[in-house]
């Protein structure tokens, strides 16, 4: 389909974007967390969008919002797009909630052009991709992987979301678009990707534990002193050799004159290679524990998640980028060093990705913003490659 006839709906996609942009749990910004307020007013203005193209709408136990067009053959399998519907805190319009509304208006233009599937097709919202609330991602993906642990569940306050699980087989193949949050497709002067991987990452929740005392009269070389402790380790992050970072940092007891007695932060830690990425978290935990050493620190470690990498479906890659070259006159792959509801799919069903260009690669900030060609070349690329499954 021409790109040109996607015009009108990529506005379209843009606008409901700016919609979903304006529902915040946090005024000043956009700020929507697994099953927050916001989240809930999300999936139902979302659902209504999903309601109004004639599509089936529910919510699993897991939040997860998920529109479905039914195929005329019951027994068929299911195809899986969509994207998450959350965010992190004071996020761009468009990480997650473009990938759901562009797969909902394509599949809309499917439906009014008259095509019949031989498969039913779902599109599904995501509850919980960020994973800021837990601070353990893809709650609602693995949900319905049946991939969650104990540890998740004894961790979150909502209870039952694992019920959200789906049988494996069911879906045939889960395909996703969003932002590259990079910027090679900008450097590239291309408007979309193919992506070949999706990176494998840790979350990890690090404590140093010294005793707080006061700022004025405790001589320098009689401290513990948590936060001269942490500010070492962190420095050592930033050389360990793979794509690291130390997001969140909270000193306790948090006044000005007071010597930390405690401070807590958060290490993500990725690489395209598993092997890399277990090595440079070794490596930076045997950091840690002789600082903590030679400062009198107590050191606490806690793996809140570790998501291994993902390769792309080779077939899948392969019929997504025959409708890429009918829209671009070359294919850039390129590897996510994002983490995406793709990866936690990937274990029940084969999985492929479509990026959109983002301005200068801008992504988590407000800044984030996209084009709405490219949005239309996206849109153009998912309906030749839907309709390319039968
Ligand atoms: O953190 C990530 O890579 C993704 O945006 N959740
Ligand atoms: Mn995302
Ligand atoms: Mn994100």
């Given at each position: ?11 379209q996609i843009?606008?409901r974007c700016?919609?979903l ?25 979302a659902?209504?969008w ?47 909630p473009l990938g759901v509304v562009l797969a909902l208006a ?285």
């Open positions: 389909m021409r790109a040109t006839s996607f015009r009108k709906i990529a506005e843009m606008a700016d919609e942009a304006a529902i915040t749990d946090e005024s000043g910004g956009i700020t929507r967390t697994f099953h927050s307020p916001a989240m809930q007013r999300a999936n139902a203005l659902g209504s999903m309601n109004a193209a004639g599509l089936e709408v529910s919510e699993d136990a897991a939040f997860n919002l998920i529109g479905r067009w039914p195929s005329a053959n019951a027994k068929a399998k299911t195809l899986l797009l969509g994207s998450h519907l959350d965010t992190v805190r004071d996020a761009g319009k468009y990480d997650g394509t599949v809309e233009h499917l439906k009014q052009q008259g095509i019949e599937l031989p498969f039913h097709v779902e599109i599904i919202g995501f509850s919980d991709e960020e994973g800021v609330r837990y601070q353990t991602a893809y709650l609602g993906s693995r949900a319905i992987a049946g991939t969650l642990t104990k540890k998740d569940l004894d961790l979150i306050q909502e209870k039952g979301i694992e019920k959200a699980k789906r049988p494996k087989g069911e879906f045939f193949a889960y395909t996703e678009v969003h932002i590259e949050q990079g910027p090679v497709l900008q450097a590239r002067n291309r408007a979309v990707g193919l992506v070949t991987a999706i990176a494998s990452q840790s979350r990890i929740r690090i404590g140093f534990k010294g005793s707080a005392g006061h700022a004025g009269t405790t001589p320098m070389d009689l401290r513990r002193d948590a936060m001269a402790g942490a500010a070492e380790f962190i420095v050592l992050v930033e050389k360990c050799g793979v794509t690291a970072t130390v997001g969140q940092l909270e000193a306790i007891p948090g006044a000005s004159n007071v010597i930390p007695g405690e401070v807590r932060l958060t290490l993500d830690i990725r690489d395209q290679k598993d092997a890399k990425r277990i090595a440079a978290i070794g490596a930076l935990k045997t950091k840690a524990e002789a600082i903590a050493k030679k400062r009198g620190l107590e050191l606490t470690w806690k793996v809140m998640q570790e998501t291994s990498s993902v390769p792309c479906d080779p077939d899948l890659m392969a019929l997504l980028k025959k409708a890429i070259l009918r829209h671009e006159g070359e294919v850039i792959s390129l590897p996510s060093g994002a983490g995406h509801d793709a990866a936690a799919i990937s274990r029940i069903c084969p999985v492929a990705m479509l990026f959109i260009r983002c301005k200068d690669g801008i992504s988590h900030n407000p800044a984030e913003s996209v084009r709405a060609p490219d949005v239309a070349k996206a849109a153009a690329v998912l309906a030749d490659y839907i309709v390319s499954l039968k």
